[in-house]
């Protein structure tokens, strides 16, 4: 579980330390106050590939094909607070897996162009910023390279397994995957019946490849003969799915949740928490979870009450005077009375 | 059937949650409970206290103060809190009662006041006023029972004739007889509703308590100062 996070000249943050993190670490704040960035630092630093870095614009809305052309550093300057500062510097510290730290700094400006057409007919180096892992007492780096089919972007070792969601949850082929993927060892029935749990009217659960919809995890449905692709019967349902395979594939490592309450009925908040929770800690998920909804935090009510060590709460703000983002910490008794009492906490 | 008398009685429907608590005034006032709450909220209306430059809340008793104060520290509207005063009963022990409250101060972060209505500069800056005076046994209703007799004096030998006629009252403590004088003052001027509690009764014709009097002047005086520091 991760202990602590420290983070420098990061998206919006210029300084950050959070320490005591808790197995469920609720956030919370206004727009642009750094929820998301949060969680993207953790997904970076607990990754092992640059190439997260460009997931994280893609999972913002940025569709663009980055590499179209070889560019310099300009794809990769928006995870910057300050250009001018040398780097961007985020370590945690993990009571099972010891300290990490990724180092990333922006390295030549020069764009390398190819011809009209053609692909490169060697390696070619490409260093526009350099990603650099130290794990312990060892530094590991992901070189990037322009090869023949593309740039290739090297890996590190994974630090835990990590999955990250956005408000819509997981997209089709990595719940189709993950699915299949305990399919194989046969715990397929873990996830069937969390789902029956909260969605009575689903029967079974598969992976089934569609023509037009390509591999995809489908559902039976009460009173239909035909399996739907779970995104076509809500996006609660997908959600709900998302947010369970993630835990399986987090199992003992991080599960980032933006969003959490999007897709949900009010009166399934509750039961999704209690779910959810259940499964993050016998999976032993730590989970970093956002959200803007009153309603969301209120349904985890009994949940902290219950376990109030087992939860922290994250408030982000922006700093009116240096535009940096900021997080306060409150440990779990606080979140609990701020909840029992009604207090607007977001 | 439990179901269908439920659902005839509509408790079948999910209850509707009340909006979160917000705040924006800068002096955040906690009575210990309502009927605290609301008096130190009526008696700093009556004194022409604009509404929007205090928030009064309840702390569900004594053992309340921690958890209501964790909530304050943790609200979002907390960075605008820059006064708090905290209103509680002495009862039969002051010196425990006090420390109880401090204990609840220091447990939540707050800065913590040596004694009752002394002023300790924070930030925030915090005081603590002891019902119905510093190292007086009693709560709320001594006060409030001291006020309406000051006014009204010929009060007074009718409530020792009832209190010396009942039974029960003999041995009671100050709390409770406190309690039962206060009640009986209400009963026997209110009577638009004879039975109302001490904190609903402020806004009913023939309430007997004047907000105006002077023995309340100590609290509202500390009030006053905490605004002032």
Known sequence: MIQSLEIENFRGFKSLRLEALRPVNIIVGPNASGKTSLLEALFLVAGNTPENSLKLKRWRGLTGKFFAIVPGREPWQDIFFDLTKAAISISIMDNEWGKRRLDVSLGSEQMITLPFGESPQQQLAYNPISFIWNIGEKTFEAPLQITKEGLRIGNVPQFSNTSFLTNKGGTQTENADRFSALSKVNRENEIINAMKEMYPFIQNLTVETDPGVGAALFALIKGRDKKIPVPLISDGINKYVSILLAIYFANKGLLLVDDIESGFYYRTIKHMWTGMLKQAKSNETQVFAATHSMECLQALRSSVEKDPDSFCLLRMRRNQENGACEAERFDGKRFAAALEEGFEIR | MLLRWKKALRLDRPRIPPPPITFDAPFYIVGEGSADAAFVDELLKSRGVPNNNFF??????????????DAVQTSSDRPKLTRLAVVADNDLDPAQSFASVQDALQRTGF???????????????????????????????????????????????CLNDFASCMVAPVGWDINKTSKMRIQLLIAGCCEEDPACSVAYIWNKSGNPIPLSSSRFDPLYNFLQQIVTT
Do not use: C, D, K, Y
Not at chain 2, 56 to 69: I, K, M, S
Not at chain 2, 111 to 125: D, F
Not at chain 2, 130 to 144: I, S
């Open chain 2, 56 to 69: 009064v809340r309840e702390a569900e008793g004594r053992t309340g103060f921690e958890r209501h104060l």
């Open chain 2, 111 to 157: 800065p913590v006041p040596a004694s009752p209505s002394t002023i300790v500069t924070g930030p925030p800056v915090v005081g603590v006023f002891m019902m119905p005076g510093p190292g007086v046994q009693g709560n709320l209703e001594t006060l409030l029972t001291e006020a309406v007799l000051a006014t009204n004096p010929q009060f007074q030998p």
